[in-house]
């Protein structure tokens, strides 16, 4: 284990009013299933940085406390241990999460509704994104009438015009096809390029999260710890075959069957 | 499709035809059991008689449901923000369906008298269960994942109501109604049995004993007519207001052609 729990001893390194992240030696448990079960440590001693404008992409095996973390980091719950310091954050599924009754262009404004606009000042303000992002001519379109890629955008975009500095992804492409997903990984690297935020990005996709990150931490099996963090300087827009990604994805997936 | 219609048709036809040559052959007694044209004869000699009073029930109906969704709306709504008045409340509501209604039927006219406001309370009582259940169902089934996305957002308790829970149990709200137009019926007969002046159900508990049997079937007829229609309405209604529920139902119905995905 590489972390441990403690008060943090050095100065934030993030300028957490800018928009960044640092989690230390964060520490959830949970209680087991049936009674008098054990109860579940889903992370134990994970410590992120995320500094404004960075994403950093978190990947893991199936239930080593990924979705956790980014609700820890979004303050919907709170770590029984360690330190918290993140900017306003907003969540975005794998699931969509759609509204089944309305159009895209106010499922996309649904933030905004919730922080008090107006039905008419939430579409003002997500028309010229939806314009901007490829959905032109879907203002109206509900979710049915949408393929599963489009619907993934418009749930970025809500997620998006929420407004806050930190995005948190949680396997935002995870239900999508191969094929769809390497789409949307290109679209979602664009979309930051043109809108800069700082991402925390949880995945099961080795790839994807090198593709799209500029920090990758590998989570160990539950209870989920770091155990390597890889720095992926290579220049955007990437590729998978660039020779500096495919090393560093043999190094995750090491560390991972390790 | 079209198939399908002519043998439902058919069906009927033939039901009908048997029960008129019964009448006919088997020398039953037009006072016992009339026969279909003689119905058919009573709707159209009695038309004025019948409209009258059906236009009463008819009141009572609409104006029961519409008494036993605002109530139903006000309670599930109620129930749902919070969790203690559930605990509280819930058994009673399950109660309030073990009502023997028509032992209680003639005790509430004896008590509001003979006019409306029985038969409301009574219509009201029956169709407030039906309603209050799926409504109160559909706003606790609502995707916990989709509270924990309004609450990122920032979004209030209330807010999530608006904008979230009110519009996913519209569907549930709509079931409640459409179930609840069959018991209408019979809770609004059921109350004018119980005491009244005018009205179908009055209508039939005096023609019985006039021996006017065809005017008695042909008020029955009225009644199931205007019971189908109302859920008809309602289903439409339900379409408009809360067309997601069913997407195979709306593009059937129509589809907007949508414009080519230009990523794809």
């Given at each position: 284990m590489q972390t441990r729990i403690q008060a943090p001893e050095t100065a934030p390194a993030t300028r957490i009013e800018a928009g960044g992240v640092r989690l230390e030696g964060v520490t959830k448990a949970f209680p087991g299933r049936r009674r008098?079960?054990?109860?579940?440590?889903?992370?134990?001693?994970?410590?992120?940085?995320?500094?404004?404008?960075?994403?950093?992409?978190?990947?893991?095996?199936?239930?080593?406390?990924?979705?956790?973390?980014?609700e820890i980091a979004c303050g919907l719950i709170?770590?029984?241990?360690?330190?918290?310091?993140?900017?306003?954050?907003?969540?975005?599924?794998?699931?969509?999460?759609?509204?089944?009754?309305?159009?895209?262009?106010?499922?996309?404004?649904?933030?905004?509704?919730?922080?008090?606009?107006?039905?008419?000042?939430?579409?003002?303000?997500?028309?010229?994104?939806?314009?901007?992002?490829?959905?032109?001519?879907?203002?109206r379109a509900r979710p049915h009438e949408l393929s599963g890629g489009m619907r993934q955008r418009v749930a970025f975009l809500r997620t998006l015009l929420s407004g806050r500095p930190v995005l948190c992804l949680d396997e935002p492409f995870g239900a999508l096809d191969a094929i769809t997903r390497h789409e949307m990984q290109a679209w979602l690297a664009g979309a930051l390029a043109r809108e800069p935020r700082t991402v925390l990005l949880v995945t099961h996709d080795v790839e994807e999260a090198l593709v799209l990150a500029d920090r990758?931490?590998?989570?160990?099996?539950?209870?989920?710890h770091v155990v390597a963090t890889l720095e992926v300087g290579a220049p955007r827009?990437?590729?998978?075959?660039?020779?500096?990604?495919?090393?560093?994805?043999?190094?995750?997936?090491?560390?991972?069957?390790? | 499709m079209a198939t399908l219609t002519m043998i439902s048709l058919l069906i009927v036809a033939g039901l009908i035809g048997a029960?008129?040559?019964?009448?006919?052959?088997?020398?039953?007694?037009?006072?016992?059991?009339?026969?279909?044209?003689?119905?058919?004869?009573a709707l159209v000699e009695d038309?004025?008689?019948?409209?009258?009073?059906?236009?009463?029930?008819?009141?009572?109906?609409?104006?029961?449901?519409?008494?036993?969704?605002?109530?139903?709306?006000?309670?599930?709504?109620?129930?749902?923000?919070?969790?203690?008045?559930?605990?509280?409340?819930?058994?009673?509501?399950?109660?309030?369906?073990?009502?023997?209604?028509?032992?209680?039927?003639?005790?509430?006219v004896a008590w509001l008298g003979f006019g409306l406001a029985p038969k409301l309370a009574i219509v009201a009582l029956v169709c407030f269960f039906p309603i209050v259940v799926p409504t109160i169902d559909a706003l606790a089934r609502v995707d916990a994942?989709?509270?924990?996305?309004?609450?990122?957002?920032?979004?209030?308790?209330?807010?999530?109501?608006?904008?979230?829970?009110?519009?996913?149990?519209?569907?549930?709200?709509?079931?409640?109604?459409?179930?609840?137009?069959?018991?209408?019926?019979?809770?609004?007969?059921?109350?004018?049995?119980?005491?009244?002046?005018?009205?179908?159900?009055?209508?039939?508990?005096?023609?019985?004993?006039?021996?006017?049997?065809?005017?008695?079937?042909?008020?029955?007829?009225?009644?199931?007519?205007?019971?189908?229609a109302l859920f008809g309405l309602l289903a439409l209604a339900e379409r408009r207001l809360a067309p997601w529920h069913r997407p195979g139902g709306v593009l059937a119905v129509g589809e907007r052609r949508l414009p080519v995905d230009p990523h794809r």
């Open positions: 008098g079960a054990d109860e579940v440590i889903a992370l134990q001693g994970v410590s992120l940085q995320a500094a404004p404008g960075e994403t950093v992409a978190v990947v893991g095996p199936s239930g080593c406390g990924k979705t956790t973390l980014l709170a770590p029984d241990g360690g330190t918290v310091d993140a900017a306003p954050a907003a969540l975005m599924a794998q699931r969509d999460l759609l509204l089944p009754w309305a159009g895209a262009l106010d499922n996309a404004g649904l933030a905004l509704r919730a922080a008090g606009a107006s039905r008419e000042e939430a579409r003002e303000e997500a028309r010229p994104l939806l314009r901007d992002f490829g959905l032109e001519g879907f203002e990758v931490l590998v989570l160990s099996p539950r209870p989920g827009p990437r590729r998978r075959t660039d020779p500096e990604l495919v090393a560093l994805r043999e190094r995750a997936l090491q560390e991972l069957r390790a | 029960w008129e040559l019964y009448t006919h052959v088997g020398g039953v007694d037009e006072f016992l059991l009339p026969a279909p044209s003689a119905v058919a004869e038309r004025g008689l019948l409209w009258e009073n059906f236009v009463v029930t008819a009141g009572e109906i609409g104006l029961g449901i519409g008494v036993a969704v605002a109530l139903a709306l006000a309670c599930a709504v109620a129930l749902h923000f919070s969790a203690d008045l559930r605990r509280a409340l819930y058994p009673l509501l399950v109660g309030s369906q073990t009502i023997p209604i028509p032992i209680v039927a003639p005790l509430l994942d989709l509270r924990k996305l309004m609450r990122s957002f920032g979004a209030s308790r209330w807010q999530t109501f608006r904008l979230v829970e009110a519009p996913a149990a519209l569907p549930g709200l709509f079931t409640g109604a459409k179930l609840s137009v069959a018991f209408a019926t019979f809770a609004a007969i059921l109350a004018e049995q119980s005491g009244s002046e005018n009205g179908l159900g009055h209508l039939v508990a005096q023609a019985i004993p006039q021996f006017e049997t065809a005017r008695a079937y042909a008020a029955v007829l009225i009644l199931s007519a205007f019971a189908v």
